[in-house]
Nanobody, 118 residues
């Protein structure tokens, strides 16, 4: 069973920055497709960003140009650099493994809270 542990959340003022980290216990991290999702109070969980095993990235329109997803395979870690934060970015952010190689997967972390004050 693969475990994911997120960290880096907190309280920040609008316009500020945070960097989230997600460490995986899996031994094949380099072939994982990693994703970040978020869930705001009273709303459904939504996709934020993804990075493939080859380093390809894709972002939700709401975060494009402000957030950057990256990975360090040597550390089994995926990051989400969040800049120019807005109050509407307030949510619990979750790390997800969407694929292992060519195989669909669905592993989730416990989430980390991000609160952006106006």
């Amino acid at each position: 069973q693969v475990q994911l542990i997120e960290s880096g959340g907190g309280l920040v003022q609008a316009g500020g920055s945070l960097r989230l980290s997600c460490v995986s216990s899996g031994s094949s991290f380099s072939i994982y497709t990693m994703r970040w999702y978020r869930q705001a109070p009273g709303k459904q969980r939504e996709f934020v960003a993804t990075i493939t095993s080859g380093g390809g990235t894709y972002y939700a329109d709401s975060v494009k140009g402000r957030f950057t997803i990256s990975r360090d395979n040597a550390k089994n870690t995926v990051y989400l650099q969040m800049n120019s934060l807005r109050p509407e970015d307030t949510a619990v952010y979750y790390c997800n493994i969407g694929r292992i190689g060519d195989t669909w997967a669905d592993y989730w972390g416990q989430g980390t809270q991000v609160t952006v004050s106006s």
